[in-house]
């Protein structure tokens, strides 16, 4: 019989942690430990003080590591010097996942019906802002310390207990029929940390050339755009203007610019061939988004892999996996024989997307 060590950290990174669990954790520090043995007392650290005896307890298998969202956690703890077996974690916020029930802590505090105290909480969530963040840019204190702000920090340790009372009794209270250590869902969740921890390769230089090429495709758009509205409307973007000009130039009523709206009139031979070609480059404009290509390139790790693209049981009560960062599972399936792509991959790294 194995007895619980319900273990959290608080930590502060220069990297917003948008970018992805692994590339923020490559630099975060430690700054607070919080952890507790079975129903002992909850026990609080700053990052710079001796945790021997925790090293201890993590090191002895006779303890079930319970962790909130083990993932972020354990990576910082790793990139920190301090490897946890995934094998050995009993994730509060897997399990409640597994079970259709809300990840977030506090939520799942309310849907259990344990005494939860929101002052307290959006108390906390203000020194996380304070402590756990670089300041916003333009102030003196770039960073808040417990030597800047030493009666706040008496404060945020005191939430750092919080976080633990409640873990300890979510999970005395949550199912265990889909999850627990030693079952084969717990199993399948290792193999995914191991999935997670490992990355994608990623090609660089390929989001690099999408990206420099998607804006001189607006660039070719925008120009397209003034020449069919005699200059009435300067980039693909702008909206208002657009609906403005049709309504105007050409006495159509749109309700808006979405992709179905100008799918559905792009081909009408009812419309002038002019307000066609100008809701075919509006159309084709909306296809350049870049948001995908900066994720990678912003979370991608110094080896070139890109980590933590799977959440386990994330699709709400489905239990199947959903995708995190750039979303894996939502790119688009290829409309071009292999070769073909192949050649426009060339022709983009080549700075010669035009000639295909």
């Given at each position: 019989?194995?007895?619980?060590?319900?273990?959290?950290?608080?930590?502060?990174?220069?990297?917003?942690?948008?970018?992805?669990?692994?590339?923020?954790?490559?630099?975060?520090?430690?700054?607070?430990?919080?952890?507790?043995?079975?129903?002992?007392?909850?026990?609080?650290?700053?990052?710079?003080?001796?945790?021997?005896?925790?090293?201890?307890?993590?090191?002895?298998?006779?303890?079930?590591?319970?962790?909130?969202?083990?993932?972020?956690?354990?990576?910082?703890?790793?990139?920190?010097?301090?490897?946890?077996?995934?094998?050995?974690?009993?994730?509060?916020?897997?399990?409640?996942?597994?079970?259709?029930?809300?990840?977030?802590?506090?939520?799942?505090?309310?849907?259990?019906?344990?005494?939860?105290?929101?002052?307290?909480?959006?108390?906390?969530?203000?020194?996380?802002?304070?402590?756990?963040?670089?300041?916003?840019?333009?102030?003196?204190?770039?960073?808040?310390?417990?030597?800047?702000?030493?009666?706040?920090?008496?404060?945020?340790?005191?939430?750092?207990?919080?976080?633990?009372?409640?873990?300890?009794?979510?999970?005395?209270?949550?199912?265990?029929?889909?999850?627990?250590?030693?079952?084969?869902?717990?199993?399948?969740?290792?193999?995914?940390?191991?999935?997670?921890?490992?990355?994608?390769?990623?090609?660089?230089?390929?989001?690099?050339?999408a990206i420099r090429a998607c804006a001189r495709a607006q660039e070719i758009h925008g120009a397209d755009v003034a020449r069919l509205t005699d200059g009435a409307v300067q980039t693909t973007g702008q909206r208002d203007k657009m609906l403005g000009f049709i309504l105007e130039a050409h006495g159509v009523l749109l309700p808006d610019l979405t992709g179905s709206t100008l799918k559905r009139l792009v081909n009408d031979p009812d419309l002038p061939a002019e307000l066609r070609e100008l809701l075919a480059v509006r159309l084709q404009s909306s296809k350049t988004s870049v948001s995908k290509y900066k994720r990678v390139i912003n979370g991608v790790s110094p080896d070139g892999r890109l980590r933590g693209l799977l959440a386990f049981c994330g699709a709400g009560r489905t239990g199947r996996w959903s995708g995190r960062l750039f979303q894996p599972q939502n790119l688009p399936g290829p409309t071009l024989k292999n070769d073909a792509i192949e050649r426009g991959i060339e022709a983009l790294k080549a700075n010669a997307e035009d000639l295909i």
């Open positions: 019989m194995t007895t619980p060590l319900y273990l959290d950290t608080e930590t502060f990174c220069e990297v917003p942690i948008a970018n992805g669990t692994h590339r923020y954790a490559e630099s975060a520090e430690i700054i607070m430990w919080q952890w507790a043995v079975g129903d002992g007392p909850v026990i609080v650290r700053d990052g710079d003080e001796n945790i021997d005896d925790l090293l201890a307890l993590l090191a002895d298998s006779q303890y079930e590591i319970v962790i909130h969202n083990s993932a972020f956690d354990r990576t910082v703890m790793r990139h920190n010097g301090i490897t946890i077996p995934v094998n050995r974690i009993f994730d509060t916020m897997i399990c409640a996942q597994a079970h259709s029930l809300p990840g977030a802590l506090r939520l799942l505090c309310e849907v259990l019906r344990l005494p939860t105290d929101k002052a307290k909480d959006k108390e906390g969530k203000a020194w996380i802002q304070l402590f756990c963040k670089p300041q916003p840019k333009g102030r003196k204190l770039r960073r808040a310390t417990r030597e800047t702000h030493p009666i706040e920090w008496q404060r945020f340790r005191e939430y750092g207990k919080l976080d633990i009372v409640a873990m300890r009794e979510v999970y005395k209270k949550l199912p265990r029929w889909n999850y627990k250590i030693g079952h084969a869902e717990h199993d399948l969740w290792c193999l995914d940390q191991r999935i997670n921890d490992r990355g994608v390769l990623m090609d660089l230089e390929l989001a690099h050339s």
